[in-house]
């Protein structure tokens, strides 16, 4: 089955404690993207990649790194989270053609204490 | 700058009662139109993708059109089971492939 996988799906941790969220995507997509969805901001886009070693800043970069080492993954990394990092957070993937849909993974929900 | 509005944030419909949800958008030099469905606690799920003025798709209850400002979502004689929150995105050419999300509207279909 074609599918964006995120893990872990719900975390809760404490300020400045380094996590990692893993995405991986099994359509061999090019592009690949994170985003955040907080109530009445909708969906913005963190970082994207449009291809191995190929990474740029989305709308809202401050306080995440991300790398791509491997075409299927993209992990979002926290080095030092924070409160105003508790969100929901989805991994996306399309073809690198623009005007490609963009396929969601399920979400991680993400509470920093 | 571009942005995207929908409308209304919320709709209540009775089950059969069909209406339509409006997005708004300025993007110069669309590359497509998106609209998506997602359910509460889960990914966005895609459903239609329009590129240009004029285009209308169709999925069982749903049909997606587009003019050079506005998009519609047309629910034709709703169930309760189209209840969820649906997305409209535009994708310009700037900002490789990145997408601008409306804030959504959120339909409750009830028997």
Known sequence: EAQVT????YLITVTGKKLTVTCSQNMNHEYMSWYRQDPGLGLRQIYYSMNVEVTDKGDVPEGYKVSRKEKRNFPLILES?????????FCASSLSRQGDPQYFGPGTRLLVL | EDQVTQSPEALRLQEGESSSLNCSYTVSGLRGLFWYRQDPG???EFLFTLYSA?????KERLKA???KKESFLHITAPKPEDSATYL???QGPGGYNKLIFGAGTRLAVHP
């Open chain 1, 6 to 9: 995120q893990n872990p799906r």
């Open chain 1, 81 to 89: 989270p924070s409160p105003n990092q508790t969100s929901l957070y």
């Open chain 2, 42 to 44: 889960k990914g966005p």
């Open chain 2, 54 to 58: 004029g285009e209308e798709k169709e």
């Open chain 2, 65 to 67: 059109t587009l003019t």
């Open chain 2, 88 to 90: 409209c995105a535009a």
